[in-house]
C-alpha cells in the first residue's frame, strides 16, 4: 500500500500528558497538512509543509502544538499539556504541487483518533 | 476564505442517481472545485475535481457551469456503499476548506 499511513491509529491519554503522532505522505509528494476533526465537523487545517518548511499554520495550532518535517519526509505533531478539547481525530495529508494554474489534490491518511480522559 | 455551501443532508435508494449540488460564491479565478467522500473513522477520499463544464470519472460526474458559482456532483446508480459525507471545496494552492459537507445516506 503506497498511500499516506498514519500511526498511530489510536490514542488514549490522560489530561496533561505528552502525545506524537507520525504520518508518512506518498513517497514522491513534497507537500503534507495535518487537520483536526471533531464529531459531525468538516476536518479543520492547523498546518502545511513544502519538503521541510512550514508554511502556514492556523490559529487553531496553539503553543501547546508543534509539528516538524525534518527531512521532507515523515512529519510528526506533538502535543503537549493535552486537554480534553484536543479529543479529535487528527488528519495528515499529502500532495504534489502542481506549477502554474493548477490545484494540488490531497489525499488523506486514516487519522489518528485522540481521546483525553 | 474560501466557502462553500452544499445541504446538510439527503436520502436516496439504491439504484437511483444522486445529485448534490453545492454553492461557490467567492470562488476566486485560479481555483479548482474538488469533492471528497469520507466514511466514519477514515479519511477523506479524492472523488473528483474540475475547473469548468463537465468531468467524468469512474466513480462520478461533476458539473460546473460557466460562471463556476456552483457545482453538481453526479453519482449514478448508488450503493448501500455510497452511504458516506461529501465535501465540496474550491482550492487554490494549498488553502483548503472544508465545510460541514452533505451526508447521504442510502436505503434499500
Known amino acids: 500500500d503506497t498511500g499516506v499511513s498514519q500511526n498511530p491509529r489510536h490514542k488514549i491519554t490522560k489530561r496533561g500528558q505528552n502525545v506524537t503522532f507520525r504520518c508518512d505522505p506518498i513517497s514522491e509528494h513534497n507537500r503534507l497538512y495535518w487537520y483536526r476533526q471533531t464529531l459531525g465537523q468538516g476536518p479543520e487545517f492547523l498546518t502545511y509543509?513544502?519538503?521541510?518548511?512550514?508554511?502556514?499554520k492556523s490559529r487553531l495550532l496553539s503553543d501547546r502544538f508543534s509539528a516538524e518535517r525534518p527531512k521532507g519526509s515523515f512529519s510528526t505533531l506533538e502535543i503537549q499539556r493535552t486537554e480534553q478539547g484536543d479529543s479529535a481525530m487528527y488528519l495528515c495529508?499529502?500532495?504534489?504541487?502542481?506549477?502554474?494554474?493548477?490545484?494540488?489534490?490531497?489525499?488523506f491518511g486514516p487519522g489518528t483518533r485522540l481521546t483525553v480522559l | 476564505l474560501a466557502k462553500t455551501t452544499q445541504p446538510i443532508s439527503m436520502d436516496s435508494y439504491e439504484g437511483q442517481e444522486v445529485n448534490i449540488t453545492c454553492s461557490h460564491n467567492?470562488?476566486?479565478?485560479?481555483?479548482?472545485i474538488t469533492w471528497y467522500q469520507q466514511f466514519p473513522s477514515q479519511g477523506p477520499r479524492f472523488i473528483i475535481q474540475g475547473y469548468k463544464t463537465k468531468v467524468t470519472n469512474e466513480v462520478a460526474s461533476l458539473f460546473i457551469p460557466a460562471d463556476r458559482k456552483s457545482s453538481t456532483l453526479s453519482l449514478p446508480r448508488v450503493s448501500l456503499s455510497d452511504t458516506a459525507v461529501y465535501y465540496c471545496?474550491?482550492?487554490?494552492?494549498?488553502?483548503?476548506?472544508f465545510g460541514a459537507g452533505t451526508r447521504l445516506f442510502v436505503k434499500a
Open positions: 509543509f513544502q519538503n521541510e518548511a512550514q508554511l502556514e
Open positions: 467567492n470562488i476566486a479565478t485560479n481555483d479548482y
Open positions: 471545496l474550491h482550492t487554490g494552492g494549498f488553502k483548503t476548506i
Open positions: 495529508a499529502s500532495s504534489l504541487a502542481g506549477t502554474g494554474l493548477s490545484t494540488d489534490t490531497q489525499y
